[in-house]
């Protein structure tokens, strides 16, 4: 014996299936409430008292960890068109939460989250860029963003690397 199916059958088999599949996803990450002696529930999940919380909750780690090593250039011999106060140096920056050795970790950090991971993309090859010397600052940036490693230099040699340098704003020229 054949066994016919309705054509209507198919499309309602797969909203049942996928009603179905929501229903038992919904509510992964809900707390139930166990009951206590007296009746009454009590949270089963994390708390705000620093004596019931695990180690995973005390060392949580930083969204951005970054390493910014700045320098004029490989030559040096243009330390006199750097811009008053460039400081040549090594600092850290870490965000969410912001802090680090960086002069100003929380401009810093808002300025990263405006730009992004896709600050830290190269100039593309080929890429039209004006040929203006934007002076003999550089800066090797190396960590991670938001779970992204990066590992990028960045300089003022012609305008592209020019716009690319100043828009990372207070992470690079506090």
């Known amino acids: 014996m054949r066994l016919h199916t309705p054509p209507t059958a198919l499309p309602r088999l797969a909203a049942i299936v996928t009603a179905g599949v929501l229903a038992t996803g919904c509510g992964g990450d809900a707390q139930e409430a166990a009951p206590a002696e007296n009746g009454t529930p009590t949270s089963t999940g994390p708390t705000d008292d ?3 919380q695990t180690p995973e909750a005390e060392e949580t780690a930083p969204e951005t ?4 090593e700045r320098s004029l250039g490989e030559e040096g011999d243009d330390a006199d068109l750097a811009p008053d106060g460039f400081e040549p140096g090594t600092w850290t920056l870490t965000c969410a939460p912001a802090g680090g050795d960086h002069p100003e970790p929380e401009a810093a950090c808002a300025d990263l989250e405006e730009v992004g991971v ?23 940036v ?3 963003v938001a779970g992204t490693e990066v590992d990028t230099t960045f300089g003022r040699a012609n305008g ?15």
């Open 160 to 174: 592209c690397e020019i716009d690319r340098y100043d828009s990372m704003g207070t992470v690079l020229a506090p």
């Open 65 to 68: 960890e970054l390493t910014i």
């Open 50 to 52: 620093p004596e019931h």
């Open 118 to 140: 896709e600050g830290f993309e190269e100039v593309p090859d080929g890429q039209m860029c004006t040929h203006i010397y934007g002076g003999p600052q550089t800066a090797r």
């Open 142 to 144: 190396s960590g991670h």
